[in-house]
């Protein structure tokens, strides 16, 4: 008697689906001239403004490439804090509205670069310093500090290496109130 067939199966291999992630990406950025690369500033919490000449803003501070940026963030940090930067109550903070907001404070800036995502990213330290540096300016720029000075891989490399763990939510309630009293715009 023989063995019933098995149906064959497929196998995609990690190379060949971040591949096919990368293509799926790249697809979905805007063209110049497109409808979507003309998106008013009002939208841009749906649409990111992914790299500099596709949107009406210039690629912010200490961003070599928003397009890197943008999908570093996607493929790092989007699933947890979500692609509009609202977070998930209770899991991830909310960074829409927020993110600025500690770089008014003294310890804030150190605050981010030490938060237990940051940290432990699998991101080196120069692409880590760049999407910090895009994420303050793509999901709080109205909070951004006129003298805002960009992270450096050198900084994120000291920052990362004494990260928060339990005390960093905390913190963080403790900063965005301080905040808060600053006079803040």
């Given at each position: 008697m023989s063995q019933p067939r098995r149906a064959p199966t497929r196998r995609i291999s990690v190379l060949g689906a971040v591949g096919a992630l990368s293509m799926m990406l790249s697809a979905q950025l805007p063209r110049s001239?497109?409808?979507?690369?003309q998106t008013?500033?009002?939208a841009a919490a749906q649409s990111p403004p992914i790299a500099a000449g596709t949107s009406a803003l210039p690629a912010p501070a200490g961003v070599a490439n928003a397009q890197r940026a943008w999908q570093n963030w996607t493929l790092n940090c989007q699933g947890c804090h979500l692609a509009d930067g609202t977070g998930s109550v209770g899991a991830s903070p909310r960074l829409a509205g927020t993110a600025a907001k500690f770089?008014?404070?003294?310890?804030?800036?150190?605050?981010?670069?030490?938060?237990?995502?940051?940290?432990?990213?699998?991101?080196s330290n120069a692409d880590l310093a760049e999407v910090l540096?895009?994420?303050?300016?793509?999901?709080?720029?109205?909070?951004?500090p006129a003298t805002f000075q960009p992270f450096t891989a050198a900084e994120i490399g000291q920052l990362r290496a004494q990260p928060l763990r339990l005390e960093a939510s905390q913190l963080r309630r403790e900063l965005l109130k301080k905040a808060g009293e600053s006079g803040m715009p």
């Open positions: 001239g497109s409808a979507a690369a008013p500033a009002s770089l008014w404070v003294p310890g804030g800036r150190e605050y981010l670069g030490r938060v237990p995502g940051v940290a432990a990213s699998p991101l540096n895009w994420m303050v300016w793509r999901f709080d720029r109205e909070h951004l």
